[in-house]
Nanobody, 126 residues
Framework: QVQLVESGGGLVQAGGSLRLSCAASGRTFRSYVMGWFRQAPGKEREFVAAIRWSGGSTIYADSVKDRFTISTDNAKNTVTLQMNDLKPEDTAVYSC???????????????????WGQGTQVTVSS
């Protein structure tokens, strides 16, 4: 089983930046796709970004494209979400997830991921 722990959330003003990290641990780690999702109060969980451990292919939601960057550090078993030009509508609980052998289209759906972190709160003030 894989354990995922997010960190880096906090309060930032609109236009600012924040970096989220997801640390993965577990002897049976087999997934090579890592994704970030977010959920705001009263709204459904939303796909943010995904990346493969190998190859470096990335996918972004239209709402964050050109503002957020997802990356991996395989040596440290971490996934990072660099968030720039933050907007109030980015306010949400951000969770990282791990999925095995996901196709590009499958990465946008939370149901396709096997492991989840506890989430970290990101609040963007206007």
């Amino acid at each position: 089983q894989v354990q995922l722990v997010e960190s880096g959330g906090g309060l930032v003003q609109a236009g600012g930046s924040l970096r989220l990290s997801c640390a993965a641990s577990g002897r049976t780690f087999r997934s090579y796709v890592m994704g970030w999702f977010r959920q705001a109060p009263g709204k459904e969980r939303e796909f943010v970004a995904a990346i493969r451990w190998s190859g470096g292919s990335t996918i972004y939601a239209d709402s964050v494209k050109d503002r957020f960057t997802i990356s991996t550090d395989n040596a440290k078993n971490t996934v990072t979400l660099q968030m720039n030009d933050l907007k109030p509508e980015d306010t949400a609980v951000y969770s990282c997830a791990s999925g095995a052998y996901l196709t590009p289209g499958s990465t946008r759906y939370a149901r396709n991921y096997d492991y989840w972190g506890q989430g970290t709160q990101v609040t963007v003030s206007s």
